[in-house]
């Protein structure tokens, strides 16, 4: 048998380079297949990550349109509580009821006293003000979201606005009985209060009503608070009593049982001056170890009240190559707490932000406008339609000091009197303005003209009130010019009667006599004939005449019983007695005789007294530091952007995207709406 050339059905066995090629084939494979993975994974993080981007962005836009609906609510609430004076520009908006000069209050903890005094109102499902929040039936800490957001109480009262539970810890978390904002849910068409039935409606992304966020908020009483910007001083610096107790402003406040509550307590005061007024004290050392130059006590004096910035910004002075600093924001002043370490229950009592148009709040005083253009007497400029009246200086009276005056035709503009006579017989007479002879009555064409300020016996009429007669007004002007003179001579003021002869009113040299400037508006009250009312038509020294927004200032209508205390104590008793002072703790059963919604600054001033003290202790330590004009408020703001999930079928079913939230500081006129200032702090959590 023959063999063939090899078996039938045998296999070639395969190449090396083969084997090599599939390997290779297989690892291009698979690298390519780990690129796309990572590929897909980047992809996948960019666009969560740009998701989150995008969603905190719409967060912050919607922060910032709803403080725009929160503030344009505020001004709308000014209108519809008020009769509008629309006869010149702007409008004027006097308050319907007496209650209606503060924004209503809505949301708050009952109880007596006030548990949360700073508290103004929250976002609030069924709220029944004029204005109401829009509130749903959600809250924004008791009704989680779908991927488990919410804000705790402890992080709405991050700021300690509201008192806190636990005195004894740094911890923020608020008293038990506040209640946490409710959600405003906003949509494609804005705003509006919705419920369980609406939501499939804004779950649906080609519907109208398609939910885009929401937001809640708090507003609080800014003007409640204690601007430490210039509130309190410290022993170390040398201040006289004299100097302290007549008051007259914030940086005469007493903080010593606020941030010092027993004698083993540090002394912060020291460090907040040193480094407050670093430049001004020339302060030397470190926190808990500052020392103040030999000057320190006339620099700090200057600073009070020669202040060219009225406390908005900080003096020019340098002192080794810095001025003096200021807070700018809330947050900064509660990192400072939080270094220095004192207690933080203070904040409740501390702002950064406190503003007030240095202009009459008296209704009969805030009617007057102004018809045609004049110079006025502190050199701006009259615009027709705005407020006819700027507050007079007391200072003014340095004019007529001397008999015959320096200056007459100052005297004459500004007091409406005329030197006349020689020797014995030299004699003040009520010429009015622009008279030339001795007048019967007083000048009321002003009044409707508008061309013109009134003289200084012209506003005490007004402060009086009424039609008083030009005898009683003269008298009153006679008696507050014996009280701030050194000398010891009554003045006399000649005038006509109604038939023609001529009468003088003449002052009284009584006790307790002055005999000196007034250091507050408030000790015009010495002078017999004198009004809580005119407490707001005057003030003290000529550089308050032109300002028209000043810091360091306190609502009249506070709730807040520790910052009228702090105000109140230290205020010297009598004016025969600089040295002996009010305690803290007669100044806290005072701070509580002040209830009741008043109109003007000095408005039932008088009929307050502190035990041991005299009848005007209240309005010397009080009137120059407060304001019923001006809302100074902060508003807490938290925004969410987001969307309902797709089988919602509640409120609390939201899937939140990005989140955003800012204090908002803010300065509104009570009588125009206008907004005076304003400072936006974005919260860092």
Same mark, same amino acid.
């Given at each position: 048998?023959?063999?063939?050339?090899?078996?039938?059905?045998?296999?070639?066995?395969?190449?090396?380079?083969?084997?090599?090629? !599939?390997?290779?084939?297989?690892?291009?494979?698979?690298?390519?297949?780990?690129?796309?993975?990572?590929?897909?994974?980047?992809?996948?993080?960019?666009?969560?990550?740009?998701?989150?981007?995008?969603?905190?962005?719409?967060?912050?836009?919607?922060?910032?349109?709803?403080?725009? @609906?929160?503030?344009?609510?505020?001004?709308?609430?000014?209108?519809?509580? $008020?009769?509008?004076?629309?006869?010149?520009?702007?409008?004027?908006?006097?308050?319907?009821?007496?209650?209606?000069?503060?924004?209503?209050?809505?949301?708050?903890?009952? *109880? $007596?006293?006030?548990?949360?005094?700073?508290?103004?109102?929250?976002?609030?499902?069924? /709220?029944?003000?004029?204005?109401?929040?829009?509130?749903?039936?959600?809250?924004?800490?008791?009704?989680?979201?779908?991927?488990?957001?919410?804000?705790?109480?402890?992080?709405?009262?991050?700021?300690?606005?509201?008192?806190?539970?636990?005195? #004894?810890?740094? &911890?923020?978390?608020?008293?038990?009985?506040?209640?946490?904002?409710?959600?405003?849910?906003?949509?494609?068409?804005?705003?509006?209060?919705?419920?369980?039935?609406?939501?499939?409606?804004?779950?649906?992304?080609?519907?109208?009503?398609?939910?885009?966020?929401?937001?809640?908020?708090?507003?609080?009483?800014?003007?409640?608070?204690?601007?430490?910007?210039?509130?309190?001083?410290?022993?170390?610096?040398? #201040?006289?009593?004299?100097?302290?107790?007549?008051?007259?402003?914030?940086?005469?406040?007493?903080?010593?049982?606020?941030?010092?509550?027993?004698?083993?307590?540090?002394?912060?005061?020291?460090? @907040?001056?040193?480094?407050?007024?670093?430049?001004?004290?020339?302060?030397?050392?470190? %926190?808990?170890?500052?020392?103040?130059?030999?000057?320190?006590? $006339?620099?700090? $004096?200057?600073?009070?009240?020669?202040?060219?910035?009225?406390?908005?910004?900080?003096?020019?002075?340098?002192?080794?190559?810095?001025?003096?600093?200021? %807070?700018?924001?809330?947050?900064?002043?509660?990192?400072?707490?939080?270094?220095?370490?004192?207690?933080?229950?203070?904040?409740?009592?501390?702002?950064?932000?406190?503003?007030? !148009?240095?202009?009459?709040? #008296?209704?009969?005083?805030?009617?007057?406008?102004?018809?045609?253009?004049?110079?006025?007497?502190?050199?701006?400029?009259?615009?027709?339609?705005?407020?006819?009246?700027?507050?007079?200086?007391?200072?003014?009276?340095?004019?007529?000091?001397?008999?015959?005056?320096?200056?007459?035709?100052?005297?004459?503009?500004? %007091?409406?009197?005329?030197?006349?006579?020689? *020797?014995?017989?030299?004699?003040?007479?009520?010429?009015?303005?622009?008279?030339?002879?001795?007048?019967?009555?007083?000048?009321?064409?002003?009044?409707?003209?508008?061309?013109?300020?009134?003289?200084?016996?012209?506003?005490?009429?007004?402060?009086?009130?009424?039609?008083?007669?030009?005898?009683?007004?003269?008298?009153?002007?006679?008696?507050?010019?014996?009280?701030?003179?050194?000398?010891?001579?009554?003045?006399?003021?000649?005038?006509?009667?109604?038939?023609?002869?001529?009468?003088?009113?003449?002052?009284?040299?009584?006790?307790?006599?002055?005999?000196?400037?007034?250091?507050?508006?408030?000790?015009?009250?010495? &002078?017999? *004939?004198?009004? /809580?009312?005119? !407490?707001?038509? %005057?003030?003290?020294?000529?550089?308050?005449?032109?300002?028209?927004?000043?810091?360091? @200032?306190?609502?009249?209508?506070?709730?807040?019983?520790?910052? #009228?205390?702090?105000?109140?104590?230290?205020?010297?008793?009598?004016?025969?007695?600089?040295?002996?002072?009010?305690?803290?703790?007669?100044?806290?059963?005072?701070?509580?005789?002040?209830?009741?919604?008043?109109?003007?600054?000095?408005?039932?001033?008088?009929?307050?007294?502190?035990?041991?003290?005299?009848?005007?202790?209240?309005?010397?330590?009080?009137?120059?530091?407060?304001?019923?004009?001006?809302?100074?408020?902060?508003?807490?703001?938290? &925004?969410?952007?987001?969307?309902?999930?797709?089988?919602?079928?509640?409120?609390?079913?939201?899937?939140?995207?990005?989140?955003?939230?800012?204090?908002?500081?803010?300065?509104?006129?009570?009588?125009?709406?206008?907004?005076?200032?304003?400072?936006?702090?974005?919260?860092?959590?």
């Amino acid at each position: 048998m023959i063999n063939g050339g090899g078996r039938a059905g045998a296999r070639c066995a395969p190449k090396p380079s083969q084997g090599a090629a !599939l390997v290779v084939v297989l690892s291009v494979i698979l690298l390519l297949a780990g690129l796309v993975v990572a590929y897909l994974s980047h992809a996948m993080l960019q666009r969560r990550i740009s998701s989150q981007s995008a969603g905190q962005v719409r967060a912050d836009l919607l922060a910032r349109s709803a403080l725009s @609906i929160i503030v344009g609510d505020l001004k709308r609430e000014i209108v519809l509580r $008020s009769d509008a004076d629309t006869s010149g520009a702007p409008a004027i908006y006097f308050p319907k009821t007496a209650a209606a000069i503060l924004p209503e209050r809505s949301g708050n903890p009952s *109880g $007596s006293p006030d548990p949360a005094p700073n508290l103004i109102r929250r976002s609030v499902r069924n /709220d029944p003000i004029t204005v109401p929040s829009r509130a749903s039936a959600v809250n924004s800490t008791d009704d989680i979201s779908v991927n488990g957001r919410s804000v705790g109480l402890s992080r709405w009262n991050a700021h300690y606005l509201v008192p806190k539970s636990n005195k #004894l810890t740094a &911890a923020s978390d608020p008293i038990d009985t506040f209640k946490a904002p409710d959600w405003v849910m906003v949509t494609r068409c804005g705003v509006a209060v919705k419920t369980d039935t609406e939501v499939a409606a804004m779950r649906d992304p080609l519907n109208g009503d398609y939910a885009i966020g929401r937001y809640a908020y708090a507003i609080y009483d800014e003007g409640s608070l204690l601007d430490l910007n210039v509130a309190g001083y410290d022993v170390a610096i040398g #201040l006289s009593a004299t100097q302290t107790s007549a008051k007259g402003s914030l940086a005469f406040a007493d903080l010593k049982y606020l941030l010092c509550p027993d004698s083993s307590s540090p002394d912060w005061l020291n460090d @907040i001056l040193g480094w407050r007024n670093f430049a001004t004290l020339q302060a030397r050392g470190d %926190f808990g170890l500052h020392n103040f130059t030999f000057g320190a006590r $006339s620099a700090y $004096s200057a600073f009070v009240l020669d202040n060219p910035a009225n406390f908005l910004t900080v003096p020019q002075t340098t002192w080794k190559n810095h001025t003096d600093q200021m %807070f700018t924001n809330r947050q900064e002043l509660i990192a400072f707490r939080r270094s220095l370490g004192f207690i933080s229950n203070s904040l409740t009592y501390l702002g950064t932000f406190s503003r007030e !148009l240095n202009l009459p709040t #008296l209704s009969r005083a805030v009617r007057l406008r102004v018809g045609k253009a004049f110079a006025r007497r502190d050199g701006s400029a009259a615009v027709p339609g705005e407020s006819l009246l700027h507050r007079f200086a007391l200072e003014r009276l340095d004019e007529m000091i001397k008999l015959p005056p320096a200056d007459p035709i100052a005297v004459q503009q500004d %007091f409406g009197l005329v030197a006349t006579g020689t *020797g014995e017989q030299l004699a003040w007479e009520y010429y009015g303005v622009s008279g030339t002879c001795m007048k019967s009555s007083l000048d009321t064409a002003w009044m409707v003209k508008g061309d013109r300020e009134p003289d200084f016996f012209e506003l005490i009429a007004l402060g009086m009130g009424g039609t008083p007669a030009l005898a009683d007004v003269l008298v009153a002007g006679a008696n507050i010019i014996d009280q701030y003179d050194a000398d010891k001579i009554t003045t006399r003021i000649g005038f006509l009667s109604s038939s023609g002869s001529v009468r003088y009113a003449v002052g009284t040299e009584r006790t307790p006599i002055l005999n000196r400037r007034f250091q507050s508006v408030g000790e015009l009250r010495y &002078a017999a *004939g004198t009004t /809580d009312d005119m !407490l707001d038509i %005057f003030c003290v020294r000529r550089s308050e005449e032109a300002v028209r927004l000043r810091a360091g @200032i306190v609502n009249r209508n506070t709730h807040n019983l520790d910052t #009228l205390t702090a105000i109140l104590a230290g205020a010297y008793k009598k004016s025969s007695n600089f040295s002996t002072v009010l305690s803290g703790n007669i100044a806290l059963v005072t701070a509580k005789k002040l209830t009741g919604i008043v109109q003007s600054r000095g408005e039932g001033l008088g009929n307050i007294t502190a035990q041991t003290g005299d009848a005007v202790l209240v309005s010397r330590a009080l009137a120059d530091v407060a304001t019923t004009r001006v809302w100074n408020l902060m508003i807490d703001v938290v &925004a969410q952007s987001g969307r309902f999930s797709l089988n919602a079928e509640h409120l609390n079913q939201f899937v939140v995207e990005g989140e955003s939230r800012y204090w908002l500081h803010i300065a509104l006129d009570r009588f125009t709406g206008r907004i005076l200032d304003v400072q936006s702090e974005s919260v860092h959590e």
